[in-house]
């Protein structure tokens, strides 16, 4: 019995090691599956960053300067969003998506079709906005409110002295930015029900690894594994480089 | 030019049900350096930043630059920028002196920021500090970039709130002349916010004295300290009021 699961454990150690192995020659000879796989989730998800930072950082900021009534309200439903799970959002665009769907049905160039790439940025963008509107106001927030009365004072416009207090917030401002690509490049239930996991067109690295995971096909999940924790360190990597050149 | 830069009549300031600033009267004459005194809370800050154009009365009426028509809120641009404050807990943008100080110039999209960026810091002291990092400051070297930042923009009328608190006396000599020479040279009317009679008298040439939120004395500076008409006036100038 004892010998029979020292047996499996070593069994399971080698198959690990096997698959770094192999997972190393895939990355060194630059595997075009792995490559086109690596393509499509850069795409997906830099697209989608791209809208979550354009919505995100003028919708924090906006929230950390104004009073209005009904603020409270809209900060609830944000930070609402920012806890929301993935996979409902996935459920949502789907549903809305689907043919029969309130925007599906519309048919128009405009809406993206379900299992396409467009479809996984919608629901991208929906994960990751919220963060980086939180993020921005919280950032906002932590400047002292007198600057923007004294930059005021000074004679400046209030757009002036808006983006000079986003400049003095941008640490907290490029923390929102890192937060949302976290959130969405290792996401995986939203873009698997939205995009469908399509081999050469939808398949992105989370979902690559479930499916290779679920084949047994170790070599290729850890060798996408490897480069999604690449790909983690290495945008925390320029954004660091990012900040310290405003610093 | 007219003859006075503020009127204000029946100047109400209200937060929530606290009413902190009532002046039933007040003129500003052009060229004046007026003091405002009175102890902590008195309400001279809020004054201040209802003269700034940066916060609206609750009630009354406010008359800047002789114009007939009251100021209207929030007011135009070009109205706010005759108008400078030095706060009296100045912030600095996480910048160079330099930037700091040409700020205000950019802002505006002036000409020759160098030179009278230069020309500012030398008034304050400041010239060899032009690129030092803001956040490296000490408080006094803050207070006289505060200053600074001001100067350059040449307003109109200057707005200071306690500019000289907690500095040393080397640091108060410094801002003192400045504020002497930028009288001398370009005849900016200067509110001065303080809580240091004796700075109010070695600068002032009308002073104002609010306590409680309300004026209690208006008066020109040697009237104001020689022959103060109100008692409370009277035990403030003499240094009696305990606050």
């Known amino acids: 019995m004892l010998c029979g699961e020292s047996k499996r454990r070593r069994c399971a150690i080698n198959e690990i090691w096997e698959g770094l192995k192999q997972a190393a020659l895939l990355l060194w000879h630059l595997d075009p599956e792995v490559m086109h796989i690596v393509g499509v989730s850069l795409r997906v998800s830099g697209t989608a960053l791209l809208f979550s930072a354009a919505i995100g950082i003028p919708l924090g900021a906006w929230l950390g300067f104004s009073r209005f009534v009904g603020r409270r309200l809209v900060v609830a439903l944000l930070y609402t969003g920012m806890g929301f799970p993935p996979v409902v959002v996935g459920l949502f665009v789907y549903l809305l998506l689907s043919q029969s769907g309130p925007l599906g049905s519309l048919n128009v160039a405009w809406v993206p079709r379900l299992f396409t790439v467009g479809a996984m940025v919608v629901a991208q963008v929906i994960i990751s906005f919220p963060l980086v509107a939180g993020f921005t106001m919280a950032a906002v927030k932590g400047v002292d409110p007198s600057l923007r009365q004294q930059l005021i004072s000074l004679g400046a416009t209030e757009w002036q002295a808006t983006l000079a207090v986003l400049r003095e917030a941008r640490f907290g401002v490029i923390v929102s930015v890192i937060a949302g690509f976290g959130s969405i490049i290792s996401e995986v239930g939203a873009v698997m029900l939205v995009g469908g996991n399509i081999e050469g067109s939808t398949r992105v690295l989370t979902t690559a690894i479930v499916l290779e995971t679920r084949r047994g096909n170790f070599s290729l999940a850890i060798a996408l594994a490897l480069i999604l924790l690449l790909l983690s360190f290495l945008s925390n990597i320029l954004m660091l480089r990012l900040q310290g050149k405003t610093a | ?243």
């Not at chain 2, 802002?107 to 008034?123: F, I, K, S």
Request: hydrophobic share 45%.
């Open chain 2, 1 to 243: 030019m007219s003859d006075w830069v503020y009127m204000g009549e029946n100047l109400r300031v209200t937060y929530g049900r606290r009413t902190v600033l009532r002046v039933d009267e007040l003129t500003v004459r052009a060229g004046d350096l007026l003091g405002i005194v009175g102890p902590s809370g008195a309400g001279k800050s809020t004054l201040l930043r209802v003269l700034a154009l940066l916060e609206p009365p609750t009630e009354g009426v406010l008359y800047f630059g002789g114009s007939s028509e009251p100021v209207r809120w929030p007011p135009p641009l070009d109205v706010r920028r005759r108008v400078t404050m030095v706060f009296q807990r100045p912030l600095l943008l996480s910048d160079s002196v330099f930037r700091n100080v040409a700020y205000g110039l950019r802002a505006r999209g002036a000409d020759n920021v160098r030179p009278r960026v230069e020309q500012a810091l030398e008034m304050v002291g400041l010239a060899h500090m032009a690129h030092a990092a803001a956040h490296t400051l000490s408080g006094g070297e803050l207070q006289r970039v505060a200053l600074a930042r001001a100067l350059v923009l040449e307003p109109e009328v200057l707005l200071l709130d306690e500019p000289t608190a907690n500095l040393d006396p080397y640091n108060v000599s410094v801002i003192e002349e400045a504020l002497k020479g930028l009288r001398h040279h370009n005849h900016t009317t200067i509110v001065l916010v303080t809580h240091n009679v004796f700075q109010a008298r070695r600068l002032a040439d009308r002073v104002m004295f609010l306590l409680d939120g309300e004026c209690v004395e208006a008066a020109d500076a040697e009237a104001f300290f020689e022959s103060p008409k109100d008692p409370r006036t009277r035990a403030f100038v003499r240094g009696e009021m305990v606050y």
